[in-house]
Nanobody, 127 residues
């Protein structure tokens, strides 16, 4: 069993930055590929970014490429999402998720069956 807890969300002006963290319980964090997803009010959850078990491979949605950076520290059981050049359309609840068998690329296409999800952290970007 893996518990995921997101933090770091908040209110920021357009053009600003935030760093989200997702802390995982358990000793097997490095066995899981990790992803960040988001859901804006009235919309479906969408893929944002993902990272391989060792951190060597990352994958991004086109809408965030060049602005967001995903990283992980397996020694700290934590995955991060650095959000730069934020736009009002980035406003959403951001979730992290873990999956033992997914790849960063596969998470960008199919993620309904991820093994574990966090409860989310709200990011609000004002114009």
């Amino acid at each position: 069993q893996v518990e995921l807890v997101e933090s770091g969300g908040g209110l920021v002006q357009a053009g600003g930055s935030l760093r989200l963290s997702c802390a995982a319980s358990g000793r097997t964090f490095s066995s899981y590929a990790m992803g960040w997803f988001r859901q804006a009010p009235g919309t479906e959850r969408e893929f944002v970014a993902s990272i391989s078990r060792g951190g060597g491979t990352t994958y991004y949605a086109d809408s965030v490429k060049g602005r967001f950076t995903i990283s992980r520290d397996n020694a700290k059981n934590t995955v991060y999402l650095q959000l730069n050049s934020l736009k009002p359309e980035d406003t959403a609840v951001y979730y992290c998720a873990a999956d033992r068998f997914a790849t960063p690329q596969s998470m960008g296409v199919q993620y309904d069956g991820m093994d574990y999800w966090g409860r989310g952290t709200l990011v609000t970007v004002s114009s």
